[in-house]
């Protein structure tokens, strides 16, 4: 399996709605990733998990919490977004060293109403 | 902080046109460098990526990078391009004993025939 998936395709939600994007890889890579791609925009690193641990928070806000429940599980857990918020969110792993490649997932396409 | 510059924001070229796409990158140590494509609709694709030894290295799809340290850059090159190229092009660096990569801001590459 060398592949990342990520569910669900694309998610509607209300601003005072609670949901969550998983993430779930099968290739024993270390560190798992969120990313936000807006539209005909780069992705903007969010969070990195090294060994189910948080390593970075690009400053996220807190309406985005992050989880790893183990080493193959990434969630992205979603409460109070703004409309400003809709996005393309991509899950990504990599291998050790990093060097070696990222591997990303087709994202969930997020729209805040 | 580590940056990334994609100077060709938009390209436009006929089938059989020759394509260089330049990456600029803004860190003095070890870096990892990365080239994904994203065509229309779909999720990022690794087309080739730097991580040690030669410095000119192949990707897929007929596409090559060539890594010149001395002046940062890790330009992207295809002999012959083809309608299906149409897509947008992401430079992307990983800064060595790090987890983090960033993207450039892309190059959106048209393709006539």
């Known amino acids: 399996d060398t592949e990342v998936t990520q569910t669900p395709k694309h998610l509607v939600m209300g601003m005072t709605n609670k949901k969550s994007l998983k993430c779930e890889q099968h290739m024993g890579h270390r560190a798992m990733y969120w990313y936000k791609q807006k539209a005909k925009k780069p992705p903007e690193l969010m969070f990195v998990y090294s060994y189910e641990k948080l390593s970075i928070n690009e400053s996220v806000p807190s309406r985005f919490s992050p989880e790893c429940p183990n080493s193959s599980l990434l969630n992205l857990h979603l409460h109070a977004l703004q409309p400003e918020d809709s996005a393309l969110y991509l899950c990504a792993s990599s291998q050790d060293p990093v060097g070696y490649g990222y591997t990303f997932g087709s994202g969930t396409r997020l729209t805040v109403v | 902080a580590q940056s990334v510059s994609q100077h060709n924001h938009h390209v436009i070229l006929s089938e059989a046109a020759s394509l260089e796409l330049g990456c600029n990158y803004s860190?003095?140590?070890?870096?990892?460098l990365f080239w994904y494509v994203q065509y229309p609709g779909q999720h990022l694709q690794l087309l080739l990526k730097?991580?040690?030894?030669?410095?000119l290295v192949k990707g897929i799809k007929g596409f090559e990078a060539e890594f010149i340290k001395s002046k940062f850059s890790f330009n992207l090159r295809k002999p012959s391009v083809q309608w299906s190229d149409t897509a947008e092009y992401f430079c992307a660096v990983n800064a060595g004993n790090t987890d983090k990569l960033i993207f450039g801001t892309g190059t959106r590459l048209q393709v006539f025939p």
């Open positions: 730097y991580f040690s030894g030669d410095p």
């Open positions: 860190y003095g140590g070890t870096v990892n």
